[in-house]
């Protein structure tokens, strides 16, 4: 029967160009004309973001159980604000600071610590460093530097709000020795015997990096 299997293998032709359309037809997908190519997700083609990690608080002397310590009213006042995120991003680490509320048009030095805040403001330890200076107070440019530590130094505006960041390769996370950001007096020295420094210290957050 020639003529009805010319109509079959026709039909057959027929249902195979429509499915082609859609979802191709014996082999892998075609993008329609005018149609982009199906694109990896974002964390593939723009690198794995991991989840910021975020704190928030308002300043208050201390107490048991305060997240955000003001060790100088006059500086750092009482219901001033910090928020502070940590982002991991392709190995690297970002951490952000906004300040809220502080003395207008000044400059405050900024660090990572290594211990929790606590009623005075030495409590919260040494700077956090990537690569611990064996000599104590760490003063030398080589492991004082805000490649090895975390600097965040920042300049407020006429209504006392600042914001900082700094990007670095830290290991926080296969570490336990960050635990806290403390506001100097001043921005941070560079010079031998000075570098890291940044005079007293005005308050300290607990956080998480």
Known sequence: MPHQRTRLTGSIFGLCTAAALL?????GQTPAPGQQSP???ASQEHGQHAAARQTSATFEPYKEGATAITYDPAQVQPGSRID???????????ITVKTEGLQPNRD???????????????????????????????????YANPQNEVWLDF??????????????????DSRQDAKSFVIHSMHTHTEP???????????CTNATF
């Open 108 to 142: 405050y030095g900024a660090h990572v610590h290594t211990k929790p805040c606590g009623p005075k403001g030495d409590d919260a330890g040494p700077h956090f460093q990537e690569k611990a200076d064996p000599v104590k107070p760490s003063v030398d440019p080589a």
């Open 193 to 203: 015997g000075k570098a890291g420094t940044a005079g007293d210290r005005l308050a």
């Open 155 to 172: 300049h407020t505006d006429a209504q006392g709000n600042g914001t900082a960041t700094a990007e670095g390769n830290w290991s926080f």
């Open 84 to 94: 502070l995120s940590s982002e991991r991003v392709n190995g690297h680490t970002k």
């Open 39 to 41: 694109q990896p997700p």
């Open 23 to 27: 979802a191709g037809c014996g082999g």
